[in-house]
Each structure stands twice: as C-alpha cells, then as structure tokens.
Nanobody
Framework: QVQLVESGGGLVQAGGSLRLSCAASGSISSLDTMGWYRQAPGKPRDMVATVTSGGSTNYANSVKGRFTISRNGAQNTVLLQMNNLNPEDTAVYYC??????????WGQGTQVTVFS
C-alpha cells in the first residue's frame, strides 16, 4: 500500500499561482510514476502532469508552459507549481502514484478554485 497526502489547494484570482504538494509513504517502488490529475464537475478525471522516478515529465497540452512538476526522490514528494492560473483550471486535483509493477493509488484530492 502507498499513502498519499496532498496539500496546497485553495482559492486564487486568475493570473495567480498555487503550489500543490504530495507526500508518498508506504511501499514505495524504485521504479514508479507520480503525478497529478484533475476533475472538474461533470467532467472526467484528466492527467495534468506526471514525473517518473527517472525524472521524465509529461504535461497536458492545456498546462504546458504554465505548470511545472518536480520531484524530491529522497522524500518521495511531488510538487506541482501552477502559474498563470485561469478559471478553466478550477477542479479537484488528485495526487497519483503508479508502481511499474502495476499498482496505482490516489490521494484524497484538493480543491483548486480560480476566480476571474
């Protein structure tokens, strides 16, 4: 089992910034992927950004150039720096952990609300 604890959501005006943090604990694999997904009301849960244990990153087109994902491997922590936020970024953001052995886990979610 892997436990994920998220923090950093909140309310921000359009054009502002927020930083999300997720700390993983438990049965952490040496080969894994961590990242963030988001789900707005009435919409599916979509990938925002991911980073592998080797440091490879992947971003949704809608956040490229605005969001940056980073990872502290020693602390099993993943950060999502979100800049130039707009109302379309409003959603519940979920931390995600995937072990390359096939297990995956989700955090409880943190609300991000961007107002214009």
């Amino acid at each position: 089992q892997v436990q994920l604890v998220e923090s950093g959501g909140g309310l921000v005006q359009a054009g502002g910034s927020l930083r999300l943090s997720c700390a993983a604990s438990g049965s952490i694999s040496s080969l894994d992927t961590m990242g963030w997904y988001r789900q707005a009301p009435g919409k599916p849960r979509d990938m925002v950004a991911t980073v592998t244990s080797g440091g490879s990153t992947n971003y949704a087109n809608s956040v490229k150039g605005r969001f940056t994902i980073s990872r502290n491997g020693a602390q099993n922590t993943v950060l999502l720096q979100m800049n130039n936020l707009n109302p379309e970024d409003t959603a519940v953001y979920y931390c995600y952990y995937y072990s390359w052995s096939g297990s995956n886990f989700w955090g409880q979610g943190t609300q991000v609300t961007v107002f214009s």
